[in-house]
């Protein structure tokens, strides 16, 4: 049976609302069924659960080794293969893409979410993710401005086919030590969280299964959260823009059959009502998802399909995860002491680290153009 059909349907704007659909819907079940509320899929947060079960940050509450993750990865090889598409291919500039891995996720960490997480929060009712959403908008449009003047970190090139392979079988290691539950060692690692966020977690097979569904879906669908609203800002297209809006609006409708939505500012789950910050975090992580060619999610795919560059940027996301925790860079929640409502947000540490990764993102955008 020919398999062009169903490429050809998921490459049309009916396949970009599919996906955006079934990761709206899945994301509410996956919270249902036992991942933190309005998290049901973050990949920024999930990948920091990661680093901190393999022991790169400490924070005991955030660190398990989240399946979707490995989906996500092992999805998209497998679409990649059934489609023909999986070209092991590695580019220029791999330092600093590392680089733009660990500011997109201390950004996203002083937000405390990705992309899709935004949109999520939004589906749950959280008005928090609308500054969040409008910082992501505003650093895209600086990131665009870059990529008018012929921004770019070189093309890539095809490598040796084994090095393809790397991220999934990373990815596949990685799996085994959840199932396995690996200890090397009485102090860990691994570590997995008895309590807060990195202790909610749906069944394994459910998250593996939802993961692997979506990244192969996401694999011939291109859906990524930054190139649509690049897209609409670049060039008015709204091709990928209906799969973002297909998103929000099947999370908030299963959200609401659930139980799930919580409207207003105060009291959201994982979640600080420091407007300003949640901004500039997502500005940061906007402008770094820019100028490494795409969000997290969307870089997970490519790292399956053999993309060199995307696993060099995701390893710096998970080494920016490190980061955020061992040096209080990332958000804190909002809590209720004593009756009274505290707000959260970064520290001064995290704030600083902010400033600092827009001027280098500014940095980089400004001298890697080939006009001026």
Known sequence: ?????????????????LIGAVIGILAALL???GNPPNMGICVACF???????????REAVVQYIRPEIIGFILGSMAAAFMFKDFKARTGSAPFVRFVLGIFAMTGALVFLGCPWRTLLRLAGGDMNAVSGLAGLTLGIAVGDQFLKYGYNLGRSYPTHYSAGFIMPAAAAGLLLL?????RFSPEGPIFFSSKGPGSLHAP?????????IIGFIAQRTRFCTMGSIRDVLLVGDIHLMSGIIALTASAFFVNMILGQVKF???????AHSNHLWNALGMMLAGLAFVLAGGCPGRQLVLSGEGDGDAAVFVCGMTVGAA???NFSLAGKPDKIADGIMQVGGPSVWGMG???IGLCVCLMIGFTMREKY
């Open 353 to 355: 680290a902010v400033l």
């Open 264 to 270: 207003g500012f105060s009291g959201q789950p994982i």
């Open 323 to 325: 980061f955020s925790h």
């Open 47 to 57: 990948e920091r659960d990661i680093a901190g079960a393999l022991g790169l940050h």
């Open 204 to 212: 394994l097979m459910i998250s593996l299964g939802a993961g692997l």
């Open 1 to 17: 049976m020919s398999v062009k059909p169903f490429s050809r349907f998921l490459a049309s704007r009916k396949g970009i609302i």
């Open 178 to 182: 959840l199932v396995f539950e690996a």
């Open 31 to 33: 919270q249902k069924f």
